[in-house]
């Protein structure tokens, strides 16, 4: 896969992201009527049903990183070449903006205002350090044990961790610094953002390290950017063998 391509493919995907958590937390607070645990709820199965689809569709081209901590992670792991992390994180962020701008002008609002909503303190910054060291843990521990559940674990994580973290899992710095620029449900104060993405940093950091050590590496060629196994979207066997009339439907050699 070209160079561009996965440029283009982070950039894209991550820019959809970030239209599914801002859309979503939009239209969870006009229709839950001021009841923020609906629409916390709203906005957390969004997310994790958007992340399932877009790892899905974007993961056999770039890894589907979208999220500049796991992009560091996987250059730390050598899945990538170290001169793809820049490229790989400018266009993360530049496309969390487009991401927050498409949400915004679906729904009639500014291109861009700052957020208002207040997220500080060292319980939040915890919660962010747990939120990214179980982002990357489940990333690591799925892509080198069983790569072909890896979309689907870490939409999963994602979702659980909006309700059980103090911060509501952002464990993005690119979604965090495109968050700060939306006044709405899903936001964060730019004055906010430094805390919750030192947090993320640490999180990544020590999760690395530490499932770096429980599970061995996988072999070469394994993963795409160490997410996503390209066998998990290749014909089987045994569907190759019925297609040349070798077996029968149901059959196993």
């Not at 993961?59 to 250059?75: I, K, M």
């Not at 991401?99 to 939040?124: K, N, T």
């Not at 906010?192 to 640490?202: N, R, S």
């Not at 390209?230 to 297609?243: G, K, L, T």
Request: hydrophobic share 50%; proline share 7%.
């Amino acid at each position: 896969m070209t160079f561009a391509r996965r440029v283009v493919s982070e950039g894209l995907g991550t820019a959809f992201l970030l239209a599914v958590v801002v859309g979503s937390g939009i239209m969870a607070e006009r229709l839950a009527g001021g009841n923020v645990a609906i629409a916390l709820l709203a906005n957390a199965i969004a997310t994790g049903a958007g992340l399932v689809a877009l790892i899905l569709m974007f993961g056999t081209v770039s890894g589907a990183h979208f999220n500049p901590v796991v992009t560091l992670s996987e250059a730390w792991q050598k899945n990538m070449p170290r001169t793809e992390v820049l490229p790989y994180i400018a266009v993360q962020v530049a496309g969390a903006f487009a991401g927050v701008a498409a949400a915004h002008l679906m729904f009639g609002d500014p291109v861009f205002f700052a957020s208002e909503h207040v997220r500080s303190g060292p319980a939040q910054w915890w919660g962010e350090f747990v939120a990214t060291f179980g982002l990357i843990a489940v990333i690591i521990g799925c892509s080198r044990s069983r790569p072909s559940v890896t979309p689907f674990a870490v939409a999963a994580y994602i979702t659980a961790a909006y309700w059980f973290t103090s911060s509501t899992s952002f464990a993005n710095p690119a979604v965090t610094l495109a968050r700060s620029a939306t006044n709405t449900f899903a936001g964060i104060r730019p004055l906010d953002a430094p805390g919750f993405i030192a947090a993320q940093l640490l999180g990544a950091a020590a999760a690395t390290l530490l499932f770096c050590w429980l599970y061995p590496a996988p072999p070469a060629d394994a993963t795409v950017a160490g997410t996503v196994a390209p066998s998990d979207f290749a014909p089987s066997p045994v569907s190759e063998h019925a297609r040349a009339g070798t077996t029968r439907p149901g059959s196993y050699d």
